[in-house]
């Protein structure tokens, strides 16, 4: 979905999911060469950024100014507390970026509208929106999760319908593409799958087995139920 070119990524939200995603992105950037770390809490930021130089060597700054946090990066990497909604400007995203959603956040709707949307799997946030409608209340169900900000939109006709857009499995399995141009902005949604969790899981595991660190855990004896 990004660039191969991209230099400069922002971590906005200085938090142990950002890291997990930080160190997603950097085993797929070449040439990463400068970090910035956005959080409210200064301290944070710049415990991030030190994390970053010791672990990757390269440039890493913390930042508490939001349009700092945005302005001028080739990938996004958003997961920000619930504390304090965020909200970006669409001006303040360049052209070609590349923006990795895993927290809520808002935005102009002209950014929404106007960037190429790679779902997650779009029959997961079809469910979404079918537990909003049944939830009595959409509106409020929209507001506490991740897709709210699309959903209203696909409501209002300003954006396709879940049903045929892309999923990053159209992507990796080439039924669709994830980017057209370099200069296309890119929205990645991701809400939460257990795919993820089952990924991360397997390459502790891996690691533990190679760094022999850990102990096998005996469930059970005998199955309750076996």
């Excluded at 190429?116 to 509106?139: F, P």
């Amino acid at each position: 979905l990004a660039n191969k070119d991209a230099k400069v990524v922002s971590v906005v939200g200085c938090g142990p999911i950002n890291k997990a995603c930080f160190t997603a992105v950097m085993t797929q950037l070449d040439g990463g060469e400068k970090v910035v770390c956005f959080d409210l809490f200064l301290e944070k930021a710049n415990e991030f950024a030190q994390w970053v130089r010791g672990q990757y060597g390269i440039e890493a700054v913390g930042v508490d100014d939001t349009e700092a946090g945005f302005r001028g990066a080739d990938v996004i990497t958003v997961a920000a507390s619930r504390l304090k909604p965020l909200h970006f400007k669409d001006e303040w995203i360049k052209e070609g970026a590349t923006i990795l959603v895993s927290g809520p956040f808002n935005t102009d709707e002209s950014f929404l509208t106007g960037a190429r949307i790679v779902y997650d799997h779009t029959a997961l946030q079809e469910a979404y929106v079918e537990d909003a409608i049944a939830s009595g209340n959409k509106e409020a169900y929209y507001s506490s999760v991740i897709g709210g900000p699309f959903f209203r939109l696909i409501d209002a006709g300003k954006l396709p319908a879940l049903k045929g857009s892309t999923g990053l499995g159209d992507v990796v399995n080439g039924r669709k593409p994830g980017r057209e141009s370099p200069k296309e902005r890119v929205i990645f949604v991701a809400c939460g799958m257990a795919v993820f969790d089952i990924s991360w899981g397997f390459e502790v595991l891996q690691n533990a087995k190679i760094k022999g660190i850990g102990q096998s855990l005996n469930l059970w004896e005998k199955p309750n139920q076996g």
